[in-house]
């Protein structure tokens, strides 16, 4: 059974960066796109970026110039760094494994928030 | 900026069908538009319910279906449960990024 496991700072203040990490458990790591998605509160979901094993990426035009994804293939885990935070990034942030024109698994979703 | 839209909020009956449909602002979603559809109910991450039009996960029960409509992507659920009862999100592919809709409220009364 894959399990995504999320773990990062919970509150940030306004211009920080705001660092996420998953852990994948379970399944292979390889031959899919890890997911970063997020949820502001009582809104809708937005598609962050995806990252592959081998480091390429895709990512949200609307934030592409603040967002980082990496990946560490030793450790089967991936990461999202988003810089300059405001108010508008605070969310519940996602993990998920995509590939093959598919979602299927999902971390819980910390919330992140952001606020002086 | 494209533009997914779904319809905001519908109801209905239990036992009843109900479609909800997803529309792009660039024209007509296709198959190559990989559409999926997850439902999210209150304080819970979002449940993938089907991929790539129509493909049903293990976990995603027979009531549920997806399919192209009228040149939007749909999701039909026959014989509606109260446990039915969440917010429903579709999500298309265009070329390198996925956008998400604005998701429909679905209550079933």
């Known amino acids: 059974q894959v399990q995504l496991q999320q773990w990062g700072a919970g509150l940030l203040n306004p211009s920080e960066t705001l660092s996420l990490t998953c852990g994948v458990y379970g399944g292979s790591f390889n031959n899919y796109y890890w997911t970063w998605i997020r949820q502001s509160p009582g809104k809708g979901l937005e598609w962050i970026g995806e990252?592959?094993?081998?480091?390429?990426?895709n990512y949200n035009p609307s934030l592409k110039s603040r967002v980082t994804l990496s990946v560490d293939t030793s450790k089967n885990q991936f990461s999202l760094k988003l810089t300059s935070v405001t108010a508008a990034d605070t969310a519940v942030y996602y993990c998920?494994?995509?590939?093959?024109?598919?979602?299927?698994?999902w971390g819980l979703g910390p919330l992140v928030t952001v606020s002086s | 900026q494209t533009v997914v839209t779904q319809e905001p909020s519908m109801t209905v009956s239990p036992g009843g069908t109900v479609t909800l449909t997803c529309a792009s602002s660039?024209?007509?979603?296709?198959?190559?538009?990989?559409p999926n559809w997850f439902q999210q109910k209150p304080g819970q991450a979002p449940r993938p319910l089907i991929n790539r039009t129509s493909n049903k996960y293990s976990w995603t029960p027979a009531r549920f279906s997806g399919s192209l409509l009228g040149g939007k992507a749909a999701l039909t659920l026959s014989g509606v449960q109260p446990e039915d009862e969440a917010d429903y999100y579709c999500l298309l592919y265009y070329g390198g990024g996925w956008v998400f809709g604005g998701g429909t409220k679905l209550t079933v009364l």
């Open positions: 998920a494994r995509g590939g093959e024109w598919k979602f299927d698994y």
């Open positions: 990252i592959n094993p081998s480091g390429g990426t």
């Open positions: 660039t024209g007509a979603v296709t198959s190559g538009s990989y």
